[in-house]
Each structure stands twice: as C-alpha cells, then as structure tokens.
C-alpha cells in the first residue's frame, strides 16, 4: 500500500502502526555513494520513531522528541543518522561510560538500524564506521553492543566488521513501584 506523507512523497505504509500510516520512509535508489552521516537533531525525531518502529519498539514522535532531549544534551551520548537524498534511512546511537573492569572508558552502540527501504547499501557500514571514528576521538579502544537472538542476519553483520560474541544478556523487568 503506497500513500503520500506531509512532505507529498510517495510512502510505503504497508507495515505501519495505526498511528502511523502515511509516514513511511520514501524507497531510496540503490546507489550508495550519496550517503551523508550527520549528527541527530531535535526536529529528526518523527524518522527516528519510525526506525525504532522498524527494529519492533513501537515509538511515537512525541515520545521520540523526549527521549532525544534528554540524549542529545548528555555528551556522554552520541547519535548519528544517515541520510540518503533528503531522506533519513538509518541512525546509530552511541554510549560512553567508565567501566568497573577496565581502566579506560568503554563504548557501547545502543541502537542501530537502517530503514528497511534501504538495506543493503552500505548504510549500515557506515554508521559503524563514523562511531567508531567518534569512539577513537574519545579515546574509546573496546566497544560492546548487543542484539537479539533472532536476529541472525545482524549477527552475521557484526560478525563481518570484527565484533566477537563473548556473553549472554539478561533482562529482567521491574514492577512499577507506586
């Protein structure tokens, strides 16, 4: 099912939330060498909700804008997003922290993803390589992150850039205390 968005592209909607048709990412060309990687803004928030969409944690723009407020005024937080011919199609957002093992600061990347629209052109690749690129400006050496079990073909990506799996990640989800 193809719509228009408020900006009158054309959209793929057929994997929309409710609340969401109409707001799909515009299908990009194959081409890759049109990639520019730029750090997030405020006003990025409605593509960003829509990515986090895709990697199934149901966002709405609004709770994007908090939750961007809050990471984009801690420097200890980085996000990245990748745009391909005015479009957003993909983000990665980063940590640094000191680490109880280690001696020097760690990096960890908390989400990446790239719009589904645009898999497979290097998009992915180079949002690794501009945080890597930002881990080293801050003197980051080891970098963690972590993904789903099911997600095989991430896995085989990770993989593919010289990430190890070295652990198991545990979740537990607390009551909300009244």
């Known amino acids: 099912m193809t719509s228009r968005n408020r900006s009158g592209n054309t959209v793929n909607a057929d994997v929309s939330p409710d609340w969401q048709s109409g707001s799909r990412l515009t299908r990009l060309p194959q081409q890759t060498n049109n990639i520019r990687i730029r750090d997030a803004k405020p006003s990025d928030a409605p593509e960003l909700a829509m990515l986090m969409c895709e990697l199934g944690y149901e966002t709405r723009p609004v709770e994007m804008e908090a939750r961007l407020k809050l990471i984009l005024s801690n420097p200890s937080y980085k996000t990245f997003v990748a745009v391909m011919d005015g479009c957003i199609c993909g983000m990665i957002g980063t940590l640094t922290y000191p680490s109880y093992e280690h001696n020097d600061p760690s990096g960890r990347i908390l989400a990446l993803v790239t719009s589904s629209t645009a898999r497979r052109r290097g998009i992915g690749r180079a949002l ?51």
């Not at 050496?141 to 593919?160: C, G, M, N, P, Q």
């Open 128 to 178: 690794i390589a501009t945080a890597e690129k930002d881990f080293g400006q801050r003197g980051i050496r080891r970098i963690a992150l972590d993904t789903r079990l099911t997600r095989e073909v991430a896995h085989k990506f990770y993989e593919s850039l010289g990430y190890e799996q070295n652990g198991w990640r545990f979740v537990r989800q607390l009551p909300v205390s009244n």
